[in-house]
């Protein structure tokens, strides 16, 4: 029973830093954004999980875009996002890409696609 309690609280107290894991799929042509909402400072690791080069902009959500990173195939980068600050992962390829990402620190963040 002291077993069962340890782990189901050593679970519970480790939820809030969970943060959350994805595999996204662009399709070819379109961005992903994450984070074009109000929001906290972020942090993201992303696996470049296809054979294609994708670009990765840190993009205020009052305007502009900036800091790009060159994301080769196979390679992972990690990225630290200022709040109220979007993440666009751009696929210029004609190929569908997929992106494996792990986001910890504010996970509120708004979620979608661009063409």
């Known amino acids: 029973m002291l077993l069962l309690a340890s782990t189901l609280f050593a679970s519970c107290r480790l939820l809030p830093f969970a943060g959350l894991t994805s595999t996204t799929y662009i399709k070819g042509k379109e961005a992903f954004?994450?984070?074009?909402?109000?929001?906290?400072?972020?942090?993201?690791k992303l696996k470049?999980?296809?054979?294609?080069?994708?670009?990765?902009?840190?993009?205020p959500i009052y305007g502009g875009r900036h800091s790009p990173i060159t994301v080769n195939p196979n390679e992972t980068v990690k990225v630290n996002v200022d709040r109220d600050t979007a993440l666009k992962?751009?696929?210029?390829?004609?190929?569908?890409v997929a992106v494996e990402l792990v986001v910890k620190g504010d996970t509120g963040l708004s979620m979608g696609y661009k063409n």
């Open 48 to 59: 470049n999980a296809s054979n294609t080069t994708l670009t990765v902009w840190k993009c």
């Open 33 to 44: 954004i994450l984070g074009n909402n109000k929001h906290g400072k972020f942090f993201a």
């Open 89 to 96: 992962i751009e696929n210029d390829s004609d190929v569908q």
